[in-house]
């Protein structure tokens, strides 16, 4: 007799969105992808795209932009100044963000420059949860340097915490006793924390980073680039908060701290953006005034009028329910495959990436011969699936020493642009995944052959060990 499968009890649900639009996609041979890797020094930053199948690279400006932001691309008014999209962009920061002033930038690390140069003196401490390559690389420009705050347990691939991006707030305490509180111009809140695998902070930890800090006199400012998802993650994990709306634990969570860097580039679903904002005048304008020397007029800063119109529509579009359970599920999906197929990765799954494990894939590499470099070449070489490396190579040196940064992770990063891949590819890339994990005894390690000085991931270049 012939037995069928009961439908799932569960009922199943879908993006809330149809694809209006589609960008083929080309195949290539292992032959073709070999010699690619070589000439882009098994760095996967120096692949061309169009030798890229499915592209994991980065959520950073690879979304696609909705048919009411294309729309919007039209109503740009491309004034020199005072520009109707840039009144539009700075409501929208006020209503769900929550901060009075705002200066458009061309995207993050232009906000993060603006803020590191007005806030931090030379010798300065500036405490956050976790380090970002570009944020502390401005703030150490300024002359200060970057103390990492964050709870042991974000170390930890394998700690199962709901809340890992959370500061250890005795660490924090410690430090600005230590320093005293002159010599800390702010502590940089990361939501999520990128570089611990996406993981969240919680509401109670942020108000109570926010009440040491009134309590020291220091001001707070959010790197709210993945904020919104910071705000699903509250609502699904935090006791309490089941009931409320991402848009309104996202102005609450905004409102424990006093301005913050954004890049448009992630949440606000655009392709370039970004903005820095504020709820001191003064303070306010002093960037307005900097703007003007680094980006551009303080009414468009690094944008053009329809990228700030498209970014204000975005911001609307990424505090919608539906579209954020959308986007953090298909990472789920994702990231649930690898563990089902007992894939070392980092636990919990975050909200913008999955990030393997490369100490567990490779642990016959020491971490010199850059394992979770390989593991991202190795994926690219199995099926032109992109990734990027999260570890010793993205850490860097040691300002004082020179010496390699040993970051106790060495992921590889599996990151999924916003509303741009179906099911079917995360699938492929999960058997990819688990392809490479079948040849893991294999791999050997990379030696560097070209280092640039500044954030030196983006342009290293490498091969294999003999
Ligand atoms: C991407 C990113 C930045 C920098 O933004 P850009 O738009 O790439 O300049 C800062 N912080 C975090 C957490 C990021 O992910």
């Known amino acids: ?33 070999r010699k690619a890797m070589a000439e882009a020094g098994y760095n996967t930053f120096l692949l061309r795209s169009e030798d890229v199948y499915i592209d994991l690279l980065t959520d950073s400006g690879t979304g696609a932009m909705s048919d009411r932001q ?16 840039y009144y539009r962009l700075q409501e929208n920061v006020r209503n769900y963000y929550g901060y009075q002033y705002m200066v458009p930038t061309h995207q993050g690390r232009g906000a993060e420059h603006l803020l590191s140069k007005i ?22 420009l300024a002359g200060g340097h970057f103390v990492d705050c964050i709870t042991p347990a974000a170390h930890d691939p394998a700690d199962q915490s709901p809340f890992k991006g959370d500061f250890d707030l005795a660490a924090l305490e410690r430090l600005i006793r230590d320093v005293g509180p002159d010599r ?36 707070i400012f959010l790197d709210a680039t993945r904020a919104v998802e910071n705000a699903w993650f509250i609502q699904q994990r935090e006791p309490g908060y089941a009931d409320r709306s991402v848009a309104s634990l996202l102005k609450e969570f905004c409102s424990y701290s006093d301005g913050c860097t954004m890049s448009g580039k992630k949440d606000a679903l655009v392709n370039i953006g970004g ?18 020397v680094f980006e551009g007029l303080h009414t468009y800063g690094g944008m053009a009028g329809r990228d700030m119109e498209a970014m204000a529509q975005g911001i609307e579009e990424s505090v919608a329910d539906d579209h954020i359970r959308a986007r953090i599920g298909q990472v789920q999906y994702l990231g649930q495959k690898l563990i089902d197929w007992g894939i070392p990765i980092v636990r919990p799954i975050g909200g913008h990436a999955v990030y393997l494990d490369a100490k567990a894939f490779y642990p016959h590499l020491a971490q010199d011969e850059f394992p979770a470099q390989r593991l991202a070449a190795e994926l690219y070489l199995d099926a032109g699936v992109r990734s990027m490396e999260r570890g010793i190579v993205s850490a860097g040196r040691d300002e004082a020493t020179g010496k390699h940064r040993y970051p106790k992770l060495e992921l590889v990063r599996l990151t999924i642009p916003r509303r741009v891949y179906t099911q079917a590819h995360m699938d492929v890339a999960a058997e990819s995944v688990a392809a490479v994990y079948q040849q ?7 030696v560097m052959t070209f280092e640039p000085k500044y954030l030196r991931f983006f342009q290293a270049r490498f091969e294999p060990k003999g």
Not at 70 to 85: H, I, K, P, T, V
Not at 278 to 287: G, H, P
Not at 440 to 446: F, S
Request: overall charge positive.
């Open 440 to 446: 893991r005894h294999d791999a050997r390690g990379l």
């Open 70 to 85: 294309w729309a919007g691309m039209m109503l740009g008014d491309e004034a020199y100044a005072g520009s109707r999209n």
């Open 275 to 292: 903005w820095l904002a504020m709820n001191d005048a003064e303070l306010y304008q002093r960037a307005a005034n900097l703007v003007v």
């Open 1 to 33: 007799m012939e037995t069928k499968a009961a439908p799932p009890k569960q009922r199943s649900w879908a993006e809330p969105w149809k694809v209006k639009v589609v960008e083929p996609l080309k195949t290539t041979t292992r032959e073709h992808r």
């Open 119 to 140: 806030m931090i003196k030379p010798g300065d401490s500036v405490p956050g949860n976790m380090y970002f390559t570009t944020t502390r690389l401005h703030q150490e």
């Open 184 to 219: 800390v111009p702010y502590v940089c809140v990361g939501a999520t924390v990128n570089m611990a695998g996406g993981q969240p902070i919680s509401m109670t930890n942020m108000r109570a980073v926010h009440e040491i800090a009134q309590r020291h006199g220091i001001r």
